[in-house]
C-alpha cells in the first residue's frame, strides 16, 4: 500500500515516451463506445423495474445537459449549439422540463438526490428567470438533500456572468461552480477564438467566494495554439495566485477529423510534443509546489477539498462527470446526449434537438441506445475505479465475490502487469496491486489491460481490414 511519505506523482518523460498511445479516459466501464441501439427505452424501464423490486433507495446523481453556446471555442470537442437565438433555449428548457418531470415520476419514493451538476455547452446560457423556474421545477418532481450535504455543481463561462448572478446561483441551490479557463494569455485566447481577460475571471470567483460557494474549480488545458512554457509559467503563476480549490487540467486533443471546429487551429501552431510532455511536468511542478494534491487523471484539488478528502478516506468515485465524492449511486442524466447510469445500465439521450423532441412528443425518454453490464463488466468496472481513484487494488476484496480465483481469472492480465512493474509503475505484492507515483499519470494505460472489450475491438480491426479501429485521444 502507498505510504504518506512518498509523493503523489512523478513525471518520468522516457516512460511516458515510451507508453503513451491513444485509450479510454474511463468516465465509464464499459466505455460509451460499447453502446447499441439494441438498448432503448424499455430496456431502461426494465433495469428501473429491477431497482424498484430490490427495493433501491439509494441516493441518485442528477445531471442536466445545456447545449447552447453564444460562440464557438475552436478547441472545443462537446456536444453544443452555436446560436444567439435565445427563443431556442426556451423551447428546449420546456422539453427539459418534461424529461425530468417523466425522471421523477419514474423514480418515485427513490428520488432523492445528494448530487446535482449542470454541464454543457455553456449552462449559463439560460436567463437568471429561466435557471430559478427549472430549479424550482426540479425540487418539485425529486426530493433534494439539504445544502450541507449535497453536491450541487454547475459549469459556468465567466464571459457570460457578473456578480449578480453568481449571488443567484448561490440562493438558486448551486453549492459548487466550475469555471471554464483554459489559458489566461491573450494570443492563446485569441488562437481559440475564447477572449476572457484574467481580472475577469478572478473578478468572478472573488463573488463565488462572497456568496459562499463551497469549492471552486477551474479548467485548463495545455497544447492549445501559441502556447509556450513562459505563457504556461504565466498562467500557472495567476491560476496560484486566483487558489481555486479544484483544478482540471487537460491534454488538448487535436483530431479536426472527429470535431470540425478544430479544423479552424492551425497545426503549426500547436506546440511540439516534446514542448506538450514539458507543459505537463511545469504545471505539475508548480501545482504540487503551490500544495496541491494529485487526484489523478487530470485533477488537484487542495488538501483539505472534499475530493482529497474522499481519496483519503477510500470512498472516491468516477463517472461521467469526472470524479466525485460521493459514493457510487443511481445516475439520472437528462438532456440531449445525456448519458445516465442505473441499476447495471447506461442509456444515452438522443444527440440531436429534433431527435430528442420528437421521442418527448411521443411520450418517451429520450435513449438512443445504450449498454446493458454483464457479471464480468460488473467487475472490471469495479477494477478500473479502484485503480482510477485509488491508485490501488486489494485482491482478497475482490476475490470474496469470485467463483474463480483471481490470478486464474486474470491471468493474461497479471501477465501485462508484470510489464508495468518492471518499468517501475505498479507493484504486485501482498495481495495488493498498487500503482506508484511514477504510474499515476499512465492510469489509462494499467486500467487498459483490464478492458475486455478495448482487446476484443483491436484484435478485431487488426484482423479485418473493413473493421474501423477505435478512436481515443492519447493517454498523456
Known amino acids: 500500500m502507498n505510504t504518506p511519505a512518498m509523493p503523489s506523482v512523478q513525471f518520468d518523460a522516457e516512460i511516458i515516451n515510451k507508453l503513451s498511445m491513444s485509450g479510454p479516459r474511463y468516465t465509464s466501464y464499459p466505455t460509451a463506445d460499447r453502446f447499441t441501439p439494441d438498448f432503448g427505452y424499455g430496456t431502461f424501464l426494465e433495469a428501473l423495474a429491477g431497482l424498484t423490486l430490490r427495493g433501491g433507495r439509494r441516493p441518485l446523481s442528477l445531471y442536466l445537459h445545456v447545449p447552447f453556446c453564444d460562440n464557438l471555442c475552436y478547441y472545443c470537442a462537446c456536444n453544443k449549439i452555436i446560436t444567439r437565438d435565445r427563443s431556442k433555449a426556451a423551447t428546449y428548457l420546456g422539453y427539459l422540463k418534461q424529461e425530468t418531470a417523466m425522471q421523477g415520476k419514474l423514480f418515485a419514493g427513490m428520488n432523492r438526490v445528494e448530487q ?228 447495471g445500465t447506461y442509456s444515452q439521450n438522443e444527440k440531436g434537438l429534433d431527435e430528442y423532441y420528437e421521442k418527448l412528443d411521443a411520450g418517451k425518454l429520450p435513449i438512443v441506445r445504450g449498454y446493458q453490464l454483464d457479471q464480468d463488466d460488473m467487475l472490471r468496472r469495479l477494477i478500473i475505479q479502484c485503480l482510477m481513484c485509488n491508485f490501488e487494488l486489494s485482491v482478497a476484496t475482490i476475490n470474496q465475490g469470485m467463483a474463480v480465483p483471481f490470478d486464474e481469472y486474470f491471468a493474461p492480465e497479471l501477465k501485462q502487469l508484470a510489464d508495468f512493474a518492471a518499468d517501475g509503475l505498479v507493484t504486485i505484492e501482498d495481495g495488493w496491486i498498487s500503482v506508484t507515483p511514477k504510474g499515476r499519470l499512465l492510469i489509462r494505460n494499467i486500467c487498459m489491460v483490464f478492458d475486455r472489450h478495448l482487446r476484443q475491438a483491436r484484435l478485431q480491426a487488426a484482423t479485418q481490414p473493413t473493421v474501423q479501429p477505435l478512436r481515443y485521444s492519447r493517454t498523456i
Open 116 to 343: 446535482l451538476h449542470f454541464g454543457g455547452g455553456t449552462p449559463t446560457y439560460f436567463s437568471d428567470k429561466q435557471m430559478e423556474e427549472l430549479m424550482a421545477h426540479l425540487r418539485r418532481h425529486f426530493d433534494f438533500a439539504d445544502d450541507h450535504e449535497g453536491e450541487y455543481s454547475i459549469e459556468i463561462d465567466p464571459r457570460t456572468v457578473d456578480s449578480e448572478r453568481i449571488f443567484s446561483l448561490r440562493a438558486q441551490g448551486f453549492n459548487r461552480v466550475s469555471l471554464g479557463v483554459q489559458d489566461f494569455d491573450p494570443v492563446v485566447q485569441k488562437a481559440v477564438n475564447r477572449i476572457q481577460p484574467a481580472e475577469d475571471t478572478i473578478a468572478i470567483m472573488t463573488a463565488a467566494r462572497m456568496a459562499g460557494f463551497r469549492s471552486i474549480s477551474i479548467d485548463l488545458i495545455y497544447g492549445l495554439p501559441k502556447q509556450t512554457m513562459e505563457t504556461m509559467e504565466r498562467t500557472l503563476a495567476q491560476v496560484v495566485l486566483a487558489n481555486p480549490d479544484r483544478i482540471a487540467l487537460y491534454n488538448y486533443a487535436h483530431m479536426p477529423h472527429l470535431f470540425k471546429p478544430q479544423r479552424r487551429i492551425a497545426e503549426n501552431d500547436l506546440p511540439a510534443p516534446n514542448v506538450k510532455l514539458d507543459m505537463l511536468a511545469l504545471c505539475i511542478s508548480r501545482l504540487t509546489a503551490a500544495g496541491y494534491i494529485y487526484i489523478g487523471m487530470d485533477h488537484f484539488a487542495k488538501p483539505d477539498d472534499d475530493l482529497a478528502v474522499a481519496q483519503r478516506q477510500g470512498r472516491l468515485h468516477r463517472n461521467f462527470q469526472g470524479y466525485s465524492t460521493h459514493a457510487e449511486m443511481d445516475l439520472v442524466a437528462c438532456g440531449v446526449s445525456a448519458i445516465s447510469a442505473v441499476n
